[in-house]
């Protein structure tokens, strides 16, 4: 009678071992704040891209959060440039909205819970026109300060390039 016990005993042991998985830690990820977007990702369209008020509206937007105050006009500061054709996290716009609403390491705030989704893809428009990615009918015609440079509309569109 012992050993059908003992049996029993040592398969369901045997099953209750097989069944426990230990947890599986993957030290090799990159953090999503701190890596450039996969490749893979699916192209996302940005819904205010091709509407002149809503880039208007980034345009606004970027003076009320002193978006100036780190990136200036666009020419650059404290953060990158964002006139130019070497953009850090890719210049797609999904690359453009998740620097803008998860924030970047070394700096960039993030504004996701302080912007609703609609405003942020407002300034995802805006940050794109800056460096001529938007059609030139698009773009801001002027600003309501001082230019030291030419206005959006009269960017000459540039290649953007991914910084190694």
């Known amino acids: 009678m012992r050993h059908p016990r003992a049996a029993t005993f040592a398969a369901a042991l045997l099953l209750l071992l097989a069944a426990c998985e ?5 030290f090799a990820e990159i953090a999503p704040s701190s890596s450039r977007p996969p490749d893979s990702r699916p192209s996302v369209v940005n819904p205010y891209e091709e509407n002149a008020w809503a ?5 606004r ?7 100036r ?15 130019d054709d070497a953009w850090i996290y890719g210049a797609e716009p999904q690359a453009v909205f998740t620097s803008i609403a998860e924030g970047r390491p070394n700096g960039m705030p993030a504004f ?8 942020v893809w407002q300034l995802v428009a805006y940050v794109r ?6 059609r030139k009918d698009v773009r801001p015609g002027r600003t309501d300060t001082m ?18």
């Open 61 to 67: 937007l970027y003076t009320w959060f002193n978006c």
């Open 55 to 59: 880039v208007s509206e980034g345009q």
């Open 22 to 26: 230990r947890e599986q830690r993957r």
């Open 69 to 83: 105050g780190c990136h200036a006009m666009g020419g650059g500061g404290m953060g990158p440039a964002l006139m």
């Open 112 to 119: 996701g819970q302080k912007l609703p989704a609609q405003q």
């Open 129 to 134: 026109s800056l460096g001529a990615l938007t």
């Open 147 to 164: 230019q030291a440079r030419p206005a959006p509309v009269m960017t000459t569109p540039a290649t953007p390039v991914q910084r190694p």
